[in-house]
């Protein structure tokens, strides 16, 4: 017997790379081995050196093909075992290396739209539906858009055995939220890449497309994010700590935003439950700051906070790294570990 093992791996495009996948048949029982690829045709390589190597880092049951089937993500190497320039994982690998004493864990908020013909789910041929208002965790065939999809990839999610946290409709007609987490840095950027992975995937075969765009639609309509949420122990056990991470976030807060995902100025304009992406705030409850403390956070004097900067389209490995790197390290010199 054999079993089918499903690929998966981030390519090179630019600013904003996207996902590929190609299937190995593997004997029953077999670890999946290291693989390649024509990197020539995911702008990762040039025609005459093409050659790019699949390194499996983490696989999960496959969900769409049940049985023994796996999904396995990789990251991308040159020929000689050297991390391919487009992999952001070896470098999040080395700082949560660093800092795990620090046992930092992430939950991401991924918002994405629906599209159909076009324009998003729910949008009329030719013009606008009413404005935003009762979309957000709304229920009824006038306010919400693409639930079967939604319910499918939460259900392939959980049977796959990923951490996700919970769903809910959005503030926009079509646009939708997943969490994952939380987790380990490592844990939650795999496991949301696979996550996006198979939204993509399940909404295929409703002839739906899911898109990160992190302003899919322009003008008084909200953009999509994906808000992270982070803790190290010391901040699950303290205030003291929650408001260095804070701090910290702010002397970093440009170097972070170039971070946060392509066109990230055209989501964070200070409207639409955003901070500007030129400055940088933080507030108890404050949905209109760069980084949340939510209440109840404030009330424990405990827990984490919530980054609201990351875009939808951005690159976990890299939205983690850089927290764990700024946050950490400023705990560190503290001395609040
Ligand atoms: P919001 O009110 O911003 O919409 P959500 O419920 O969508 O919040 O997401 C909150 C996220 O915070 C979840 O992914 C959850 O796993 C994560 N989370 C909860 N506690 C912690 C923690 N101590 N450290 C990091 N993330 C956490
Ligand atoms: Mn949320
Ligand atoms: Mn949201
Ligand atoms: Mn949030």
């Known amino acids: 017997m054999s079993y089918k093992a499903e690929y998966i791996w981030i390519d090179g495009t630019e600013p904003t790379a996207r996902l590929r996948s190609k299937t190995r048949i593997l004997a029953d029982g077999a670890e999946p081995p290291v693989w390649g ?20 880092v983490f696989t999960c049951p496959d ?27 070896s470098e999040l690998s080395a700082v949560s290396e660093r800092f795990e004493d620090q046992e930092p864990i992430f ?4 918002e994405y739209t629906f599209f159909k013909d076009g324009r998003p789910l729910g949008f009329p041929s030719g013009g606008f539906p ?21 319910e499918t990839h939460l259900d392939a999610c959980l049977n796959a055995g990923l951490a996700i946290s919970g769903i809910n409709a959005e503030v926009m007609p079509g ?34 497309s899911a898109t990160l765009d992190p302003k899919p639609v322009k003008g008084d309509w909200n953009g999509a994010g994906a808000h992270t949420n982070f803790s190290t122990r010391a901040m699950r056990e303290g205030y003291d700590a929650i408001i260095t991470a804070c701090d910290a976030l702010g002397e970093r807060a440009q170097e972070h935003i170039k971070g946060y995902g392509a066109e990230i100025e055209h989501r964070l304009t200070g409207m639409h439950e955003t901070a500007p992406w030129s400055e940088y705030s933080y507030g108890v409850s404050d949905r209109g700051a760069s980084v949340r403390i939510p209440w109840q956070v404030a009330a424990d004097k405990k827990g984490y906070i919530e980054d609201r900067r990351p875009n939808a389209n951005c690159d976990p490995y890299v939205v983690t790294r850089l927290m764990v790197d700024t946050c950490c390290a400023a705990l560190e010199k503290a001395g609040q570990v």
């Open 63 to 89: 969900p769409i093909r049940g049985g023994d089937h796996r999904l396995v993500l990789c990251e991308v190497l040159l020929p000689d075992g050297s991390p391919h320039p487009s992999n952001t994982r």
């Open 37 to 56: 690829f024509d990197g020539s045709s995911t702008n990762q390589a040039l025609g005459h050196t093409s050659d790019c190597v699949l390194n499996p």
């Open 130 to 150: 009413a404005p935003q208002g009762f979309y957000y965790c709304g229920v009824g065939a006038d306010e919400v858009y693409g639930r079967e999809v939604v």
């Open 107 to 110: 939950g991401i908020e991924q």
């Open 175 to 208: 646009q939708w939220e997943f969490q994952v987490g939380p987790v380990s840095p490592l844990a939650a950027s795999d496991q949301l890449w696979v996550a996006r992975w198979l939204l993509y995937r399940v909404a295929e075969d409703f002839g739906i």
